[in-house]
């Protein structure tokens, strides 16, 4: 019998230090649920990549905005749900950071790498809410 997982949720502040948090989280998720290496690897290096996005660039670093991440573990995934309360971004309108004129830039691969780390990445409320899905079979 396959036993659904209820969502849980995590409420951040805006700052730096919240990354360790969501590290933390992400290796209680590996060994509460027997997650492999790889899709560990994944979930740490996509869903802190997404925190980051939205501590920094949502929020704009202001301590007093949160980051609201919701996760669920079902049978043969993981997902997660990151939500700021910055302005949102246009989606369609970011620039690729494999372009040549884009390479030596020290910022704008975040997006890239979510969206190649994790299995599907949702953008929603003008940007504000990002889902991310990570098959763990």
């Known amino acids: 019998m396959l036993v659904q997982h209820p969502p849980q949720q995590l409420i951040l502040m ?9 590290e933390k989280l992400i290796d209680d998720i590996r060994d509460e ?4 290496e790889d899709c560990y690897g994944k979930m740490l290096m996509g869903v802190t ?3 980051t996005n ?3 660039h949502g929020n704009n670093g202001d301590a007093s905005k949160k980051v609201n991440i919701t996760y669920q573990y079902d049978v043969d995934k993981v997902s997660f749900i990151i939500a700021d309360e910055g302005k949102g971004f246009d989606i369609y309108n970011i620039p690729d950071p494999t372009a040549p004129e884009n390479l030596e830039k020290a910022s704008g691969r975040g997006i890239y790498l979510m969206k190649h ?3 599907q990445l949702i953008f929603s409320n003008n940007g504000n809410t990002v889902e991310m899905y990570f098959h763990t079979t």
């Open 117 to 119: 780390l994790s299995d």
């Open 49 to 51: 990549e997404a925190v």
């Open 33 to 36: 649920y027997k997650i492999s």
């Open 14 to 22: 805006s700052k730096p230090e919240a990354i360790n948090t969501v």
């Open 54 to 56: 939205a501590i920094y």
